[in-house]
């Protein structure tokens, strides 16, 4: 008999157990009561918003004069085509793609003795047979020469030149 009496109070004791912690829950966590649950949820508001042309194109037609980048005094080399992206700022891009008839190895060679000439540090955690990259002692200035077999006639190598001069940083 007693235990039949225990149960009701059993029975309130959970209601009151469940029910505490969830109202402690809505309020400690600023969500809405039960009342306000029938009301739609806040949007929330975007404020970023993305340039839709931040990576176009623009062709060059000619090579680029890039400063400080050092000119190639072998044969003369043949410009196949360039790109910048004009809308990158407040970096400025530069992509070229060159063939010479030179061998790959005498262009990666030429490139990483020209370039400290020049005012340029080449790293040489990243130097490889193919590639050559490097960053200018005085300016922001990074490039990349790329080589790989040439597929055109009467030339043996393509060059992939990729220049980029970053803005210039607050000194501290």
């Known amino acids: 008999?007693?235990?039949?009496?225990?149960?009701?109070?059993?029975?309130?004791?959970?209601?009151?157990?469940?029910?505490?912690?969830?109202?402690?829950?809505?309020?400690?966590?600023?969500?809405?009561?039960?009342?306000?649950?029938?009301?739609?949820?806040?949007?929330?508001?975007?404020?970023?918003?993305?340039?839709?042309?931040?990576?176009?194109?623009?062709?060059?037609?000619?090579?680029?004069?890039?400063?400080?980048?050092?000119?190639?005094?072998?044969?003369?080399?043949?410009?196949?085509?360039?790109?910048t992206f004009p809308r990158r700022l407040p970096k400025e891009i530069y992509t070229m793609t060159w063939q010479y008839k030179e061998p790959a190895g005498v262009i990666i060679n030429w490139y990483t003795e020209a370039l400290p000439q020049a005012g340029w540090k080449v790293d040489e955690s990243i130097a490889r047979a193919n590639v050559v990259t490097a960053r200018h002692m005085r300016e922001d200035i990074d490039v990349s020469i790329q080589v790989s077999p040439a597929a055109r006639n009467g030339y043996k190598t393509t060059a992939e030149i990729r220049y980029t001069k970053h803005p210039e940083r607050k000194k501290r």
């Not at 235990?3 to 402690?24: E, T």
């Not at 306000?36 to 062709?59: I, L, M, S």
Request: net charge positive; charged share 15%; glycine share 4%.
């Open 1 to 83: 008999m007693k235990r039949q009496s225990q149960l009701p109070l059993i029975a309130l004791a959970l209601l009151v157990a469940v029910g505490i912690p969830r109202a402690a829950q809505a309020q400690f966590w600023n969500q809405p009561k039960p009342a306000e649950q029938g009301q739609p949820p806040q949007k929330r508001v975007n404020t970023y918003k993305a340039d839709p042309h931040a990576f176009d194109t623009q062709a060059l037609r000619t090579p680029p004069d890039l400063p400080y980048f050092p000119s190639w005094t072998g044969a003369k080399p043949l410009y196949v085509e360039g790109l």
